[in-house]
């Protein structure tokens, strides 16, 4: 008897027990038929109660599988997870604790700020400020502080949640980051190595070009053909322009671009230096907001204006002793440019065509304008003679 009520609940059995008092009281005056009928009835009784309790028992066991499971994830994920109520760690994983160096126990009522660089106490403070001030995943990176006094690049991931019995916590995770950094690192000193030979490979090909312009002047001051010296003038103007970019890319931080406004004003003073007269006073007039070139751009662009300002200044102004060169460059919507080139004189008759006239100078504005920029090139009549040029933005 004793083996067969092993596992039963005593609760039940005096319940049951009690029930069969109840409905034997008077057994005497009940027929037979009904008392089989009521035995029958509990025999159904025990067996449903039976059957639930089997049933409990499975859903316990699977609750209890899914415990398991859920810890063993909880504990060998890839990342560090750590509950924080007022900065004091009250659970951690064993992969936070491993990546600390120390014993899961004994981390918990620490405070995890004592596991954060010197260096980094500011900035793990803002990141906590942040957790409080949203309600998103907030992130930062820091070095955390192992046992054994060694640091470690991490990566800190945090948010806000309301605990069970109404308590702010911090819910986070941190994942050891010291590979991508050294990799970081890495990657920034050969952009910086290539930089660095970049501006080396600028510099070299500005001062070749000084040479080149050095070999020039004499042979421009050794012919005794006037033509062939203006020649050997233009062609020194023109690598200067050239040397002057490299020089300018050579000088920047970013190597990509060229500030475009630095160049034009370098440019004119070298240009005004090299063509105008001691007696004459031009002014100039550069209307041109920080505008940024690459190189291939910035080169066929300073070649035209160049071409353009070293005209005005050797044709336009040849029998003028004053007079006013403008120079604009604008942004005309998010896909194209504009600059102009224009003066006060009237060299130019109303009805020049920069197409078919036989300037060398003019043709090479033109080509320079529509090959190589892929625009066009206009001439107005506009308080003298203006050269307009309008082309696409090259897009980095």
Not at 317 to 328: L, V, W
């Amino acid at each position: 008897m004793k083996k067969k009520d092993e596992g039963k609940d005593p609760g039940l059995r005096k319940r049951a027990e009690k029930i069969v008092r109840k409905k034997l009281k008077g057994i005497i005056d009940i027929p037979e038929k009904n008392i089989l009928e009521l035995f029958y009835e509990l025999e159904v009784h025990q067996i449903e109660l039976e059957m639930q309790n089997e049933e409990l028992r499975r859903v316990q066991q699977e609750l209890e599988e899914s415990r398991n499971r859920y810890f063993e994830l909880y504990d060998l994920a890839p990342v560090g997870y750590v509950t924080l109520e007022n900065g004091i760690i009250i659970e951690i994983n064993l992969t936070g604790a491993g990546m600390l160096g120390i014993e899961r126990r004994l981390l918990i009522k620490k405070r995890f700020s004592s596991f954060i660089a010197p260096d980094y106490q500011d900035e793990y403070y803002l990141f906590n400020q942040r957790i409080l001030e949203n309600e998103t995943k907030q992130t930062c990176e820091l070095k955390l502080l192992k046992k054994d006094g060694t640091l470690f690049y991490a990566n800190l991931e945090g948010i806000a949640v309301e605990n069970s019995k109404g308590s702010r916590q911090v819910r986070a995770t941190f994942t050891d980051i010291a590979k991508r950094k050294q990799t970081e690192e890495q990657v920034k000193k050969s952009l910086e190595d290539k930089e660095l030979l970049l501006k080396e490979i600028h510099h070299r090909v500005k001062n070749n070009m000084q040479v080149i312009t050095s070999i020039l002047a004499p042979q421009s001051a050794s012919t005794g053909d006037e033509k062939i010296a203006s020649v050997f003038a233009k062609c020194q103007r023109r690598i200067e322009s050239m040397a002057l970019i490299h020089e300018k890319l050579y000088q920047t931080e970013d190597l990509s671009h060229i500030n475009f406004k630095e160049y034009i004003t370098s440019l004119t003073e070298t240009l005004l230096h090299s063509y105008k007269k001691e007696e004459q006073e031009i002014s100039l007039k550069i209307d041109v907001r920080d505008i940024f070139l690459d190189i291939d751009t910035a080169v066929p662009v300073g070649l035209i204006l160049n071409e353009l300002i070293a005209n005005s200044l050797k044709h336009s102004f040849k029998e003028k002793n004053e007079g006013e060169i403008r120079i604009s460059f604008r942004e005309i919507d998010e896909e194209r440019l504009e600059f102009k080139v224009g003066d006060s004189s009237d060299g130019l008759p109303s009805d020049f065509d920069i197409r078919s006239t036989g300037s060398l100078g003019f043709q090479l504005v033109r080509l320079l304008a529509e090959k190589r920029l892929k625009g066009k090139v206009e001439f107005h009549q506009n308080r003298g003679a203006e050269f307009t040029i309008t082309f696409k933005r090259v897009k980095p």
